[in-house]
């Protein structure tokens, strides 16, 4: 078996296994990506990453983290992801930075957004 098949069946285990879980409704909080090209939005199940560098806030946005890592598996089928927004729990954010490894999953980099994705 090829070794990119293998890490991507592992991908799509871990991204199964670590995906966040809303509490109260037992439903699985997906990124929702708003592509620039107006093709539609795109859910996709993910990995919340520990960012290297915390920020406590954003001068003039609400308290609390402003930016956000993600881990999307290949499976998903994303991908120049950088400049479209997302939405991810109810909170929007634009994509800053997007890297793809190796085996087609992709690192995800977010700010949150001051505004709604939409305006």
């Known amino acids: 078996m090829d070794f990119d098949v293998l890490v991507g069946r ?3 285990t871990l991204t199964a296994t670590f995906r966040k879980i809303d509490k109260p409704s037992g439903q699985v909080i997906q990124l929702v990506i708003h592509p ?3 093709s539609g939005d795109v859910s996709v199940d993910c990995i ?3 960012p290297a560098i915390q920020e406590d806030y954003m001068p003039g946005s609400a308290q609390g983290s402003a930016m956000l890592w993600l881990f999307v598996p ?3 089928g ?4 950088r400049s479209d927004t997302a939405t991810y729990n109810g909170v929007d954010y634009d994509v800053v930075q997007s890297d793809d490894d190796r085996c087609g999953g992709v690192h995800i980099r977010l700010r949150k957004r ?3 994705w939409n305006q």
């Open 74 to 76: 290949a499976s998903a």
């Open 36 to 38: 620039r090209d107006g």
């Open 78 to 81: 994303v991908d120049d992801l």
């Open 48 to 50: 919340v990453e520990s």
């Open 114 to 116: 001051s505004f709604p």
């Open 10 to 12: 592992m991908d799509d």
